[in-house]
């Protein structure tokens, strides 16, 4: 099974443009669950430009189903919120301060040492890790020597070319999650995934266990409802 993790830091860009509670971030979180979505993911960023640490401290109370916590921990702040909060899950991105999102992977022979060691303090305190790798066999060898519990293969390259040249686009995830299988990695998966290529990729990698979703999934809500959206990406992935 292929859990659906939604990210809601598009509503809370949304709430944070007017400077109110609307849209109510928490009962987004809720309302998602309650359509069926298995997670809930948020990447608050230093600058608090959309998700803001407080946010990410009230959802640890609603979350029923798995929070996930996104973010660089070169961040001293972002380590000791995930340390307090404790989510399900802890997702390790390399991204720099004011990125506009995360647009690369891990060098895992590069960090290895400090991811190995973030992973262990995670990991000492109950809390599952993932990172955030290109779909390269490469990296994916190096996780593996990090510790971590699973890796987010950073699918931007497949969304982008699936349109032109699925077949193509989609090989090396196929080899990368077959070399995370025989390693024991857990594989997740993010970035621009959508209505159009998601059940495609669902197919071709193999023990796919949850994909991270936010701005398509977000901006088809706005057509076609919370709901309906959440069921709708969820029928992808059966
Ligand atoms: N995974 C990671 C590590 C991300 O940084 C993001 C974007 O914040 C996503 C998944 C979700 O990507 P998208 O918003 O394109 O669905």
Do not use: C
């Given at each position: 099974m292929t859990k659906l993790s939604v990210n809601i830091n598009k509503i809370a860009t949304l709430r944070n443009a007017r400077g109110g509670n609307i849209p109510d971030v928490?009962?987004?979180?809720?309302?998602?669950?309650?359509?069926?979505?298995?997670?809930?993911?948020?990447?608050?960023?230093?600058?608090?430009?959309?998700?803001?640490?407080?946010?990410?401290?009230?959802?640890k109370d609603v979350v029923k189903t798995e929070l996930n916590i996104e973010g660089n921990p070169k961040e001293k702040k972002f380590v000791d919120l995930?340390?307090?909060?404790?989510?399900?899950?802890?997702?390790?991105?390399?991204?720099?301060?004011?990125?506009?999102?995360?647009?690369?992977?891990?060098?895992?022979?590069?960090?290895?040492?400090?991811?190995?060691?973030?992973?262990?303090?995670?990991?000492?305190?109950?809390?599952?890790?993932?990172?955030?790798?290109?779909?390269?066999?490469?990296?994916?060898?190096?996780?593996?020597?990090t510790g971590t519990d699973r890796i987010e293969l950073y699918t931007e390259t497949y969304a982008k070319n699936?349109?032109?040249?699925?077949?193509?686009?989609?090989?090396p995830f196929t080899q990368s999650a077959t070399l995370a299988n025989e390693l024991g990695l857990g594989i997740n998966a993010g970035h621009d995934l959508s209505l159009n290529n998601l059940k495609y990729f669902?197919?071709?990698?193999?023990?796919?266990?949850?994909?991270s979703i936010g701005h398509a999934l977000i901006s088809d809500a706005l057509y076609l409802g919370l709901e309906n959206t959440v069921q709708m990406y969820l029928s992808q992935l059966k």
């Open positions: 928490i009962k987004a979180a809720r309302d998602i669950e309650r359509f069926g979505a298995q997670g809930i993911t948020v990447h608050p960023r230093p600058d608090e430009r959309h998700i803001t640490y407080r946010d990410v401290r009230e959802l995930v340390l307090e909060v404790k989510p399900h899950q802890v997702t390790l991105v390399p991204d720099a301060l004011g990125q506009l999102t995360s647009d690369h992977g891990w060098d895992t022979f590069a960090n290895k040492e400090f991811l190995k060691e973030m992973i262990s303090a995670f990991k000492a305190n109950g809390i599952r890790t993932s990172i955030f790798v290109n779909a390269d066999l490469k990296m994916i060898e190096g996780a593996k020597e699936f349109t032109t040249e699925k077949e193509k686009a989609i090989i669902k197919q071709h990698v193999p023990g796919l266990m949850e994909v």
